[in-house]
């Protein structure tokens, strides 16, 4: 667990640089130069073309953590690993490009109903697809390969910054809407670039065609077509609350609902890391039937994802009065606000047991993730009917905060059943004490006048309390002896 904790620790520090740069620009940039509007309407393009970039990989994402482990050999190219990985998502490309073209009359009959503005943006989306397609692949290529801050660097830091010019070129005027759709996709374009650049030089890229034995092909081609099935309902659950609100109520909505959505995205930031260095390790357990090795690693990775993913929750909740006081045109998103609290209770139970699907997916039960994903979807679009109309777009998000604790509970239960795996310990009870000690210990009415004062007191207090209840409450050993390590060195150079 060593490693994972290093490299996490690496790539949470890069990540949370962009994260930081992402809020600037989310509270500071996009809410003074964007109207609700064009926030809505970039976030559906975007999604959309991360739905179809999921299908178009075909799996590829996750075959690449599942098989890497068999054909890992580096003075042989990998066994011309890279070929297959760069070649199935030419096939699911001209697959499911064709599929996004003949169903144009009813994407847009769905997203441009309430505001019409999408129709013009619709042929622009394939490119993004493709570029967004191979973003992924070669970032997890670079994971694999044990590389996972620059690719993190690349994602949360310099699409943000490419970002941030495009959004400024738009906000004086040097570019009107179509440009700043252009830009956006062009970001990822020159992203993708980088990150195949970097791929190049960690590993090897070899485009020979290599035949993989029978055995192996016959069980790569049936995961992926579980695969397949199983990301287009995973990635529609993800989007269907900003979906029907585009759609039910308009990009307005769909604009201030991605603002509060952003806020509630901070909590998963720290298991991007976590996760992505966790999940070779767990793959190669799994390959060997180590059931006891992927538990440990499994109630590792849930204990410090709830503990990292808690702690920003916290901090967010108790300064979110704050935040919309600083915000820019804040009244007007401040409609979101219990968006951002049940957003954020999603984001902590999913951050909690996410890892556990990777185990299903990583062992010979994988497809048992298809038999209820389907199921949750009908979950999601009911309750998004039912509670959108009478709390608007609160109702999307108790809709969302329902679907994944029913989701992730049945999820548990596969993964208890098929590899036994059980995400909770004592230090997980520890974890939900301390968050209610923390809850209660600014539950006082007491607040200073100056939003900026009072949201530095508050998240002062906050941190300080945690660090000591953590350390004192020895609720991760793992943290206790990086915090007794960096005391040592302190001492000895004295």
Known sequence: ????????????????????????????????????????????????????????????????????????????????????????????????????????????????????????????????????????????????????????????????????????????????????????????????????????????????????????????????????????????????????????????????FRIATYMAVIVEIPSRSIAAISAPLAAEALKNGDFATSNTLYQKVSLHQLLAGGMIFLLLWVNIDTIFALLPNGALYAGGKWVVFFLGMAKLTEVTLNFGGQLISFSKYYYWNLYFVFFIIGIGILTNLWLIPHLGITGAAVATALTTLLSYSVQQWIVLKKVKGNPYTKSTLKVLLLFALLIGLNSSGFRLQNPWADGLLRSAVTLFAGALLIYYGRISEEINRLVDRFFEKAKKSL
């Open 1 to 256: 667990m060593g490693v994972v904790i290093r490299q996490s620790i690496k790539g949470i520090i890069v990540t949370y640089a962009g994260a930081f740069i992402g809020f600037l620009i989310q509270f500071f940039i996009i809410t003074r130069f964007l109207s609700p509007e064009d926030i809505g309407l970039t976030s559906v393009i975007i999604e959309i073309g991360i739905l179809f970039a999921v299908l178009c990989q075909l799996g590829t994402s996750s075959s690449i953590i599942r098989y890497f482990p068999y054909f890992r050999n580096r003075e042989h190219t990998h066994g011309g690993f890279f070929f297959y990985i760069v070649a199935l998502p030419v096939v699911g490309s001209l697959v499911f490009v064709p599929l996004y073209l003949l169903f144009k009359q009813p994407i847009i009959d769905f997203l441009a109903k309430s505001s019409p503005a999408f129709t013009g943006y619709f042929y622009w989306i394939i490119p993004l697809i493709l570029f967004l397609t191979y973003l992924q692949v070669f970032e997890t290529y670079s994971t694999v390969n044990r590389r996972i801050v620059v690719p993190k660097f690349n994602r949360e830091v310099l699409v943000r910054l490419l970002m941030l010019a495009v959004y400024l070129l738009y906000g004086y005027h040097f570019i009107n809407r179509s440009g700043l759709i252009l830009g956006m996709i062009a970001v990822y374009g020159l992203v993708l670039l980088a990150a195949f650049v970097y791929v190049c030089r960690i590993a090897p890229v070899s485009m020979r065609y290599r035949p993989i034995p029978p055995a192996l092909g016959k069980e790569m081609l049936r995961y992926t077509a579980y695969l397949v099935a199983g990301a287009l309902g995973g990635t529609i659950l993800a989007k269907l609350d900003l979906f029907m609100i585009s759609s039910e109520m308009g990009y307005n909505y769909s604009g201030i």
